[in-house]
């Protein structure tokens, strides 16, 4: 115990920042916890409400204070917008990346920090060592260093992951020791202010329709679409295009002609990329000397793969060691050297 920390916990509602704050209570240290709303809207399908009573009641049960805050005008302003401005341009932007960078780790820091604490505490599943630098969680299927590459070692050196150490069923068997009211909530999945939502459904109210062609490299027309924004790449599901042989993948599109490119089979070589550029390149200690090798994750469910980082006209090339699929415009693709997590780029 250090009794000169005062740890802020972003407690959501659920079970995993619960037994962040019943770790660190238990452990002595002084613990205050914060409910951020980051939405206005509030259904069936986003439940803000119900996660701030679920809050309620875990920190009554802990015995530390709750305080909540609404961070909506900031997350639509530098998180959402930015999903919407990513979509027009025909990319894929990742939304719980920037939440963490712009909201949990800069405004929700700053005001926890400016009402007296001295560290961030969240449930994310990850590792801060000695160093302060970021390494995976010890549960592999639950580590979510991926989403924290944008940290540098200063803002790593005033936050906690009780987590990390811990696998989720683990996490589970403790709520459920400590009799915390949320030890059997399901897990919220996909992005929060979308919910059980269709994502085209949702983003339409803030995208125009724009009528557009299905396309083969050659150009072949297979069927029309409401617009280009609404598909990524190796996308098959909605694409509705039927005819003999293999299902239909994205493979690329022209935002300005409102394309959508197609070809068939889950493994055709146009969705398969040797090599591709980052931008927007974030390292968590210093610098690496280039060119660097390393694994690659280019997206979070996706197993790290061996490549070469080097830089070519001011920005980086990332060769992989075996061609990639679906390689996506937007998506953060991040390195690792083993358990540590060096930073990442925005794939070009």
């Not at 509602?13 to 770790?23: E, F, I, K, N, R």
């Not at 509705?240 to 299902?247: F, K, N």
């Not at 693709?333 to 794939?347: E, K, N, Q, R, S």
Request: with cysteine.
């Amino acid at each position: 115990m250090s009794e000169e920390k005062v740890i802020a916990v972003g407690l959501s509602g659920g079970v995993d920042s619960a037994v962040t704050a019943y770790l660190l209570k238990k452990e002595g240290y002084k613990v205050i916890a914060f409910f951020m709303k980051n939405w206005e809207e509030d259904d069936e399908n986003c439940p803000a409400e119900q996660d701030y009573l679920d809050a309620l009641a875990v920190s009554e049960k802990i015995g530390i204070p709750l305080y909540s805050f609404n961070f909506s005008k900031e997350y639509f302003d530098d998180v959402f917008q930015d999903l919407i401005d990513g979509l027009k341009r025909g990319t894929t932007p990742n939304p719980d990346i920037l939440c963490n960078k712009e909201i949990k780790f800069s405004v929700f820091m700053k005001k926890a920090l400016s009402l007296g604490a001295t560290h961030l505490a969240t449930g994310h599943y990850a590792r801060i060592n000695k160093d302060f630098l970021l390494e995976r969680g010890v549960d592999k299927n639950k580590d979510q260093s991926y989403f924290l590459y944008t940290l540098n070692q200063d803002i790593l050196r005033q936050t906690l992951f009780p987590l990390g150490g811990y696998t989720k069923p683990k996490i589970r068997e403790i709520a459920e020791l400590a009799k915390l009211p949320v030890f059997n909530k399901k897990d919220s999945t996909g992005i929060c202010f979308i919910g059980k939502r269709n994502f085209g459904d949702f983003v339409s109210k803030y995208l125009p329709p724009a009528k557009g062609t299905f396309r083969t490299s050659c150009g072949k027309i297979l069927g029309t679409h409401k617009g280009a924004w609404f598909y990524t790449i190796g996308q098959r599901k909605g694409l509705c295009i039927g005819g003999p042989g293999d299902a239909w993948y994205v493979v690329g599109k022209d935002i300005k002609e409102h394309i959508v490119y197609v070809a068939q089979g889950e493994n055709n070589k146009e969705l398969f990329k040797k090599s591709t550029v980052g931008t927007d390149e974030t390292w968590i200690g210093d610098a690496p000397k280039l060119p660097l090798r390393c694994t690659v994750k280019i997206r979070y469910r996706s197993p790290d793969v061996p490549c070469t980082v080097s830089r070519e006209g001011g920005e980086l090339k990332i060769e992989f060691d075996d061609p990639q699929r679906a390689v996506t415009p937007d998506q953060s693709m991040v390195f690792y050297d083993g358990d540590l997590c060096l930073g990442g780029a925005l794939i070009k």
